[in-house]
């Protein structure tokens, strides 16, 4: 499975734009990038995904490089409930499975 | 309705007992996984079934083992247990093979192995 890299965390301030950046150099033709999220003690949650063109939804913009080799998702205006910490996964075409880093955690500050 | 539901989501037992995990999604999805986060907050995924066939098996001991009578309902039963089995046990659904959309996770299963 190609590999992600991100930062271990990042800090924000309320109601401002963030910036996730996640590198993933290694990126083949066929793999999708998805981001998940997983809120303290939750399971994880679908935040988006792409594969060449950007991506809006009622949750973020995914922003992906026009090489692929990185991607940034942009949470429009942060709020304390999006304190979490977020993925950045490769899954192919016939990929099944999704293969999980770190993350980066993601502090929001009032 | 809650799309992916697992039980217990507590379970405390001594080492060497067997236990089980039980998963139901009502999504109507083929596809569903196992995922193992340890107490580093790693996610890694055990299994995955399509229509109650095994599909994905990654080198999980063979005290684990999952049974999927339906294709909505995966468990996970694991024999003698080991200090190590302590994590919380993630089950997460998705509409088929091939899918490249979004997996569905239930809210955890936290399995203390004492």
């Given amino acids: 499975d190609a590999k992600t890299t991100q930062p271990n965390s990042m800090e924000s301030n309320e109601e401002e734009p963030v910036h996730l950046p996640c590198n993933h150099s290694t990126i083949s033709g066929t793999d999708y990038i998805h981001w998940y999220r997983q809120l303290p003690s939750q399971g994880p949650e679908y935040v988006i995904h792409g594969l060449t063109s950007n991506v809006n939804n009622r949750m973020a913009s995914l922003a992906i490089a026009e090489d692929r080799k990185s991607s940034t998702l942009i949470l429009h205006r942060a709020t304390l409930r999006d304190a979490a910490v977020y993925y950045c996964i490769l899954r192919d075409s016939n990929g099944n499975k999704l293969v999980f880093g770190a993350g980066t955690i993601l502090r929001v500050k009032s | ?114």
């Fill in chain 2, 1 to 114: 309705d809650t799309a992916v539901s697992q039980t217990p989501k507590y379970l405390v037992t001594q080492m060497g007992n067997d236990k089980s995990i039980k998963c139901e999604q009502n999504l109507g999805h083929d596809t569903m996984y196992w995922y193992k986060q340890d107490s580093k907050k790693f996610l890694k995924i055990m299994f995955s079934y399509n229509n109650k066939e095994l599909i994905i098996n990654e080198t999980v001991p063979n005290r684990f083992s999952p049974k999927s009578p339906d294709k909505a309902h995966l468990n996970l039963h694991i024999n003698s247990l080991e200090l190590g089995d302590s994590a919380v046990y993630f089950c997460a659904s998705s509409p088929g093979t091939g899918w490249t959309g979004e997996l569905f996770f239930g809210e955890g299963s936290r399995l203390t192995v004492l």
